[in-house]
């Protein structure tokens, strides 16, 4: 046995049980015991990361214990649900040491910061594999949905979309960048922050929500699928960095309405609720940006800021033919 | 694209979609929503199957579906929790409908049977990995937990023991076996049946329950360390199917002992309500067998009929040492 390698249980003891805080059995036993509030309903999500896929070989595992709760997080968040646990099946290649510490420092110090307990999981021998299952809650019918847009409704997104695909980019040797701005982008992909403030904050507020992982066409198809209605998106609304306003319109607008692993909400809100949406986002310190409108029908139309009808070439993240 | 290739929503869509029922919200927004019934705590409990280790490549699709569920209720069934619900994150190198569709028909008629529901999940292409989170209910402060076993307690195991890891040995090529025996070992394999109903008869009965997943002495290590007390198991008194029984006594040993996969409850109880266990097993129609007893201290010691001490050099499964 290496010396960087310990065991299984040891492994579980050293890096992944903490004291159970609000849960009412935590990791040690054949399953953690939870309650939500009285009136609450719970929210589960689960998400799964695979290297080459959702990461990126050279990612810092402190990084890497980051995304794989943060892109949970943000499923909680497009519900508008307040995080309480998680569980975790992790699949390591070997029990390395090296690995383990700042992967779980990365984990826990975000999980902490939202509150959010390791209530259970399961390590086993295998080909990198992060599986968390998050669990959160709220008030009993106010989950923020997919499927309540109505034509007329403003679309909106918090933060600032597409660095993380410009990053990506520059991995793949399309794109250079200056050493600072890359690490700037870089930050966007390895490291989302997940918009649990905001989701709070526009309950009761919003009338549709999702979290971009897969790029905004894919994604806001997903709400106009299940609300029945189609969409305008004005690309030249879109928010975005100063980094990626330098680069080419052609790579700007696949990075913006195709990029994937933004980590950002995407909402939809009534016309008359514009100041409220914006009371709702400075409350939660977070920024919004109106990006177009719903409409009748169910096609998506992405037009400039003239007006004029964009082409878009490109399609939603499909795990199994991208 | 071939022919037997789906996109990664049509997937979900065709295979893993189905409608709600006791959820307030399942497949297809950010969250599932669900929540316990009034009075009850939710038991989560989560497992990830790699092939290789809990499976082998030549396993039956459908039986693989079975397994991947089976192991978490078996979790479940160890608390003394009523199943209600799971998610499935899964990575599978193509999205092939030849798996799917069997991997699929396994998982689902396992779930009916439970009335366990799929209210979410992720599917992505990578290694094949399978990660099941699984959430039952029980009222508060009922569950069977690991920490319970006093000096005195007998100590009970479902079923019989051994059968997986015969099937194991059979695949490694060190026993061979006539072809329908090694399909009924085989079948204890892939086939695992949780003891669901065991663990509900059990509640306020046993004081300590465990699934055994890692063999006898690793898992019974566990209720040991969280009881702080020693055991005796006789090793004779480990049932055993007759196929297992025909083998070498050290192979037989073996097996009962370290096997792993078992996917049997281990409990303990007072002595004077072996009768109660005895009308809980037959009330679930599950064989139960009393093979040992809790003692003061903290050392496993095995014997056999004659109370002779038993040599025992293996060791519970340890995913980062074998």
Redesign the interface.
Known sequence: ?RAD?????E?IEKYFNRPARRA??GV?????????DPGM????????L?????FLSTVAPQRLGHKALAVNLS??A??G?EPL?F??????P??DEAFLAPFAQGLFALAERHGCEL?????????L?L?I?V??QLP?GQ?????GARPGHDIWVSGRLGDARLALEVFRGRVSLPGDEFEQVRRAMECPEPRVALGLALRGLATS???LSDGLVGDLGQVMR?SGVGATIEVDALPRSDILAAQGPLLQRECLLAGGDDYELLFTAPRSRREAVLEAAAAANTEVSRCGTIDAGEALRVVDARGAVVAMPWQGY????S
Chains 1, 2 share one sequence.
């Open positions: 046995m390698m310990i065991g299984e249980f492994l009412a059995l040690g036993d054949d399953c953690a015991l939870i309650e939500p309903q719970l929210a589960i999500s689960c998400d799964m695979v290297e080459g896929r959702h499923d909680l497009a519900c649900a646990a569980t975790l099946a992790l699949a390591l070997r029990a209530v259970g999981g399961d390590t086993t021998a295998g080909p594999n599986a299952t669990f959160g009993a989950a923020l949905l997919r499927s929500a999702i979290d299940r499909d795990h199994f033919r």
